[in-house]
């Protein structure tokens, strides 16, 4: 039996398989929209991205709020949630969002690469630059919350480079397209919402290196004027958490993705829709 005939002796699943009806399902969601968030024009890609970092905002607000008042860090958590139900519902984006869906895409040859770092770059922009106002608006309505986002903000600031923060990188990397996967599994809002409740508690329970989120935290700390870190502290802190974002998010969850569905990427790579 030669490796493309399908079976438990095959490596892989046979061109033209359709031995798990939902997992294909899944699949050819996850390339359309992969396609149309590869495609979108610059306009909207600033928006939804702007829109992710007000929602991510939102949730550090609540973060803050709760941490400040009940100095309890887990209450704190399940509080900033919120934030990630407000990505599902008002459909915007975060850059770490963007490690499985159209990744998809591009080795599907539905979407190039260059498409794809756009896509990173632009989203990842407007994310901060949607966070950073969230923060300063936080800071300045809020006094009382000052203090937890110094002591959020530094822990972030602080981790430094090491095997430590590179794993909590990876991990946070991991979770969010681990979130992404486990909602374009179902059309099921009320199932994604919940998905989107467990994960960011994970996120932010476990105070994993997210990019996006920790760069807000720390943005809120230094508009205080009394962070015991810079901004280039931020910038070192954004860059290592980002690539190991990547890393967890690219081979930790859609590597073994791509393995699960090679038989699909074939066919699609086989009609080279942008060659």
Known sequence: MNGDSGGSRSITSAKGSRDEPELEQAYERLV???????DRPLLPLLSTGFL???????????????????????LASLAFTIGFVALLLASSELFTENFLVPVISVVAKVGTL??????????????????????????????????????????????????????LAVLAGAVITLLTRMQHATENLGVRAMAAVMMSFVLVGAQLFHSVLDSILMFAGLLTGRADYGYLDWLGALGWSAFGNLVGGLVLVTGLRLLRTSHRIAESRDEGQTG
């Open 114 to 167: 260059t498409q794809l770092v756009r896509l990173w770059v632009v989203t990842l922009a407007a994310n901060l630059v949607a966070g950073f106002a969230m923060a300063g608006m936080i800071v300045v309505a809020l006094p009382d919350v000052h203090d937890a986002a110094i002591k959020a903000g530094s822990h972030y600031a602080h981790l430094g480079v090491s095997f430590r923060s590179f794993f």
């Open 52 to 74: 992710g970092g007000v929602d991510v905002g939102v949730g550090v607000l609540i973060y803050l709020v709760v941490e400040a008042k009940t100095d309890n860090a887990l």
């Open 32 to 38: 359309d929209e992969g396609h149309d968030r590869l």
